[in-house]
């Protein structure tokens, strides 16, 4: 199980060289007020002194400390830059010797040996100051620290700078708040290790380390306590009742150090005598408590509760590199490899669309859309919803009342009274009511039109992503399409009106669908002459006897009823009555007055209509109604296949041959195959991202799984 810890190091390594923290890898992170001691902690799992030492904010940027043991045989050697992929494969080929027994690498640094720990200290402060200015600001960005040495135990720890109340120097107003989230940001990782220091000569339920620590481990499963400064407590005093839980009890334990006071910094007291006097200390102030205190029992149980900690984290972690590289490798495809020949590539492009559209219209796409209604779905929905509920809600007699019915049929009669009802009145009024297909019908074309529109983005959107990495070639088919649409417009439109036009054209009377109101007509007409010849010849008058009556009644049909040939009604039989009277006898030609009446006085407008009148107004709706029920299945039927021939199809069939003729052209090549600025730098990150998610798949791979046990 010791070989876990080299390998997240090794992870650690692989995703700092891509600057990524995709992967939240198990590590130890120090906590604590500032000055409570952790540099010092750090310094003493080290043995050497590395860290910045002082008086206030000292670690002003979050330190990742990665500590690799190595053998004394092995201290002589190590390898070169562990980050590059070129090591992964041959290691050997970089090693060289080192002269020391313990030395140090910074990823920032790349190759840079540093054997001297003076320098190390003094690398990190110009790092600092580097990034965070020579004031007393902080900064999230962390240097990474690697110590090569065969008396430390493997470990991965992250030093974050103290937490603080009040703003000193120059720093901003809001400095705890930001130091507050510095450190939510790494202990927030559920798998870290929450390492909360805190000294021995304050109040342990007045710590901010362990505060901070159980917002987000409210448990305590990933808490260790660390009490420091045993040596600095009042006289009388002790830690006994903290180091053994009887305060704040916490899971993973707690355990008291000592460090080296500044006094001791100052006199160059290495941290090997330091370590010495710590335990003569724990021996003569704790000594039933000493076995399980002390700088080298925190090393030991840092490094057991890591192995346990990664051992637990890493089917998860397996599981989520394996996640992410799939995704990787999806987003690396849809940005493409680079073009290398543009011309089969332009050429796969415009086919693609091509063949991407006339999918997205027969229903066959790759990407079918869930949340409405697209392509020739919609066009379906357009042709039998849309249009057909519009012709269906248009009234066969919509705008036509009874006095334009009757208006229409004395129009049509000219100057003589009819005797039927006249046929060019229905074909004026019939030919009125069809033309008020022909809005409805091209409101159909455009909706069409419209949605073969819509499509175009569809396509772009979500079934040609290489398109959206070449925005002018993008711009230029959806300007080749449009073009090609636009012109098909006029001429569907044209088919459109001219399908009503030649409904217009001729009004077939002898339509199959239209034999059974001619016979409603004809039967009425039947009615009406056998009413006609049985007030004509009565059964009580002989047949000679009835002449002279036959030319009364002919006269009076021809002077007061202008229709015909209908029963009279009541009013106009009175009127005969009167006439047939002997003193009232016919003159050979109409009264003066009569005369007047009948030229000069308008029809009232609301007047009551005779019933020969409102048979023969309902005679003319019926057939209109009939014959325009009829034009309108007509309709409903041609205009989608015109529409379908006329707009969809030729648009389908002349596409491809459209796009290539308009755009396959050598000296419009560089310009449409002209990659978006970004694209190429997207294309570099992911593709680094998806190396680094490979390697360290290949990394967690190679452990055996009596690794885990």
Same mark, same amino acid.
């Given at each position: 199980?010791?070989?876990?810890?080299?390998?997240?190091?090794?992870?650690?390594?692989?995703?700092?060289?891509?600057?990524?923290?995709?992967?939240?890898?198990?590590?130890?992170?120090?906590?604590?007020?500032?000055?409570?001691?952790?540099?010092?902690?750090?310094?003493?799992?080290?043995?050497?002194?590395?860290?910045?030492?002082?008086?206030?904010?000292?670690?002003?940027?979050?330190?990742?400390?990665?500590?690799?043991?190595?053998?004394?045989?092995?201290?002589?050697?190590?390898?070169?830059?562990?980050?590059?992929?070129?090591?992964?494969?041959?290691?050997?080929?970089?090693?060289?010797?080192?002269?020391?027994?313990?030395?140090?690498?910074?990823?920032?640094?790349?190759?840079?040996?540093?054997?001297?720990?003076?320098?190390?200290?003094?690398?990190?402060?110009?790092?600092?100051?580097?990034?965070?200015?020579?004031?007393?600001?902080?900064?999230?960005?962390?240097?990474?620290?690697?110590?090569?040495?065969?008396?430390?135990?493997?470990?991965?720890?992250?030093?974050?700078?103290?937490?603080?109340?009040?703003?000193?120097?120059?720093?901003?107003?809001?400095?705890?708040?930001? #130091? *507050?989230?510095?450190?939510?940001?790494?202990?927030?990782?559920?798998?870290?290790?929450?390492?909360?220091?805190?000294?021995?000569?304050?109040?342990?339920?007045?710590?901010?380390?362990?505060?901070?620590?159980?917002?987000?481990?409210?448990?305590?499963?990933?808490?260790?306590?660390?009490?420091?400064?045993?040596?600095?407590?009042? =006289?009388?005093?002790?830690?006994?009742?903290?180091?053994?839980?009887?305060?704040?009890?916490?899971?993973?334990?707690?355990?008291?150090?000592?460090?080296?006071?500044?006094?001791?910094?100052?006199?160059?007291?290495?941290?090997?005598?330091?370590?010495?006097?710590?335990?003569?200390?724990?021996?003569?102030?704790?000594?039933?408590?000493?076995?399980?205190?002390?700088?080298?029992?925190?090393?030991?149980?840092?490094?057991?509760?890591?192995?346990?900690?990664?051992?637990?984290?890493?089917?998860?972690?397996?599981?989520?590199?394996?996640?992410?590289?799939?995704?990787?490798?999806?987003?690396?495809?849809?940005?493409?490899?680079?073009?290398?020949?543009?011309?089969?590539?332009?050429?796969?492009?415009?086919?693609?669309?091509?063949?991407?559209?006339?999918?997205?219209?027969?229903?066959?796409?790759?990407?079918?859309?869930?949340?409405?209604?697209?392509?020739?779905?919609?066009?379906?929905?357009?042709?039998?919803?849309?249009?057909?509920?519009?012709?269906?809600?248009?009234?066969?007699?919509?705008?036509?009342?009874?006095?334009?019915?009757?208006?229409?049929? *004395?129009?049509?009669?000219?100057?003589?009274?009819?005797?039927?009802?006249?046929?060019?009145?229905?074909?004026?009024?019939?030919?009125?009511? #069809?033309?008020?297909?022909?809005?409805?019908?091209?409101?159909?074309?455009?909706?069409?039109?419209?949605? &073969?529109?819509?499509?175009?983005?569809?396509?772009?959107?979500?079934?040609?992503?290489?398109?959206?990495?070449?925005?002018?070639?993008?711009?230029?088919?959806?300007?080749?399409?449009?073009?090609?649409?636009?012109?098909?417009?006029?001429?569907?439109?044209? &088919?459109?009106?001219?399908?009503?036009? #030649?409904?217009?054209?001729?009004?077939?009377?002898?339509?199959?669908?239209?034999?059974?109101?001619?016979?409603?007509?004809?039967?009425?007409?039947?009615?009406? *002459?056998?009413?006609?010849? =049985?007030?004509?010849?009565?059964?009580?008058?002989?047949?000679?006897?009835?002449?002279?009556?036959?030319?009364?009644?002919?006269?009076?049909?021809?002077?007061?009823?202008?229709?015909?040939?209908?029963?009279?009604?009541?009013?106009?039989?009175?009127?005969?009555?009167?006439?047939?009277?002997?003193?009232?006898?016919?003159?050979?030609?109409?009264?003066?007055?009569?005369?007047?009446?009948?030229?000069?006085?308008?029809?009232?407008?609301?007047?009551?209509?005779?019933?020969?009148?409102?048979?023969?107004?309902?005679?003319?709706?019926?057939?209109?109604?009939?014959?325009?029920?009829?034009? *309108?299945?007509? #309709?409903?039927?041609?205009?989608?296949?015109?529409?379908?021939?006329?707009?969809?199809?030729?648009?389908?069939?002349?596409?491809?041959?459209?796009?290539?003729?308009?755009?396959?052209?050598?000296?419009?090549?560089?310009?449409?195959?002209?990659?978006?600025?970004? &694209?190429?730098?997207?294309?570099?990150?992911?593709?680094?991202?998806?190396?680094?998610?490979?390697?360290?798949?290949?990394?967690?791979?190679?452990?055996?799984?009596?690794?885990?046990?």
């Amino acid at each position: 199980m010791e070989a876990l810890i080299p390998v997240i190091n090794k992870l650690q390594d692989v995703f700092n060289t891509v600057g990524a923290d995709i992967i939240q890898l198990p590590q130890i992170v120090v906590v604590g007020t500032q000055s409570s001691g952790k540099s010092s902690v750090l310094e003493s799992l080290v043995g050497r002194d590395l860290l910045p030492r002082g008086t206030g904010v000292v670690t002003r940027r979050p330190l990742i400390l990665q500590l690799v043991h190595v053998s004394p045989e092995d201290g002589r050697k190590t390898a070169g830059d562990e980050n590059d992929p070129a090591t992964w494969k041959n290691p050997r080929h970089l090693t060289k010797e080192i002269d020391a027994e313990e030395w140090g690498k910074f990823l920032h640094t790349k190759n840079k040996i540093y054997t001297d720990f003076d320098e190390i200290r003094q690398e990190i402060e110009n790092e600092t100051e580097r990034i965070s200015g020579n004031n007393k600001g902080i900064s999230p960005e962390p240097i990474h620290l690697k110590i090569f040495s065969s008396n430390v135990v493997n470990l991965t720890l992250v030093d974050l700078p103290g937490m603080t109340k009040v703003p000193v120097g120059d720093q901003p107003k809001d400095i705890e708040l930001q #130091i *507050r989230e510095l450190i939510l940001q790494f202990i927030s990782n559920p798998n870290s290790i929450i390492l909360a220091v805190t000294a021995a000569n304050t109040d342990m339920a007045t710590s901010e380390a362990l505060k901070i620590a159980r917002e987000v481990d409210p448990d305590g499963r990933r808490t260790l306590a660390v009490i420091t400064k045993l040596d600095l407590m009042d =006289a009388g005093t002790d830690a006994m009742d903290v180091l053994m839980g009887r305060v704040i009890p916490v899971k993973l334990g707690i355990i008291g150090v000592v460090n080296r006071s500044q006094l001791d910094i100052n006199n160059k007291k290495s941290v090997v005598d330091s370590i010495r006097d710590e335990y003569g200390f724990l021996q003569k102030k704790y000594p039933s408590l000493a076995n399980r205190n002390g700088t080298k029992y925190l090393a030991r149980t840092l490094n057991r509760l890591l192995m346990h900690h990664i051992r637990d984290c890493l089917p998860e972690l397996k599981t989520r590199i394996n996640v992410l590289a799939a995704q990787y490798q999806s987003l690396l495809n849809s940005y493409g490899e680079p073009v290398e020949d543009k011309s089969a590539t332009l050429l796969q492009l415009i086919t693609k669309f091509a063949t991407e559209y006339c999918n997205t219209i027969e229903g066959t796409a790759k990407y079918i859309e869930t949340s409405e209604l697209c392509g020739g779905a919609r066009i379906c929905y357009i042709f039998h919803e849309t249009f057909g509920r519009t012709l269906e809600s248009v009234d066969p007699l919509g705008g036509l009342n009874t006095i334009d019915i009757l208006t229409a049929i *004395r129009n049509a009669t000219g100057p003589r009274p009819a005797l039927f009802v006249p046929e060019v009145s229905f074909e004026l009024l019939v030919k009125r009511q #069809i033309k008020r297909l022909e809005e409805p019908s091209l409101r159909c074309v455009e909706l069409v039109h419209e949605e &073969m529109q819509r499509i175009i983005q569809h396509c772009s959107n979500y079934s040609t992503q290489e398109l959206l990495r070449f925005p002018k070639l993008h711009d230029a088919i959806v300007e080749v399409v449009t073009c090609l649409l636009r012109r098909r417009l006029p001429v569907t439109n044209e &088919m459109v009106h001219n399908l009503v036009a #030649i409904e217009l054209a001729y009004i077939n009377t002898k339509h199959p669908d239209f034999a059974d109101a001619c016979g409603l007509m004809n039967n009425n007409i039947e009615e009406q *002459r056998r009413n006609r010849l =049985a007030r004509e010849l009565p059964s009580a008058v002989p047949r000679d006897k009835a002449a002279p009556a036959t030319g009364d009644v002919s006269q009076e049909s021809g002077t007061g009823n202008w229709r015909g040939m209908l029963k009279p009604s009541k009013a106009e039989e009175a009127s005969a009555e009167e006439k047939s009277k002997p003193a009232a006898a016919l003159p050979a030609s109409p009264q003066k007055g009569h005369a007047v009446n009948l030229l000069d006085v308008p029809v009232p407008v609301a007047r009551k209509l005779s019933a020969r009148e409102q048979r023969d107004c309902e005679v003319i709706e019926r057939l209109i109604k009939s014959y325009f029920l009829i034009v *309108r299945k007509n #309709i409903q039927d041609s205009v989608p296949k015109a529409v379908m021939h006329f707009l969809v199809n030729h648009v389908k069939d002349t596409l491809q041959s459209e796009l290539v003729g308009q755009l396959y052209k050598s000296l419009l090549l560089d310009d449409l195959l002209t990659e978006s600025e970004d &694209m190429a730098q997207r294309r570099k990150e992911a593709a680094d991202m998806l190396k680094a998610l490979q390697r360290a798949s290949q990394i967690i791979a190679e452990i055996r799984e009596t690794h885990l046990w």
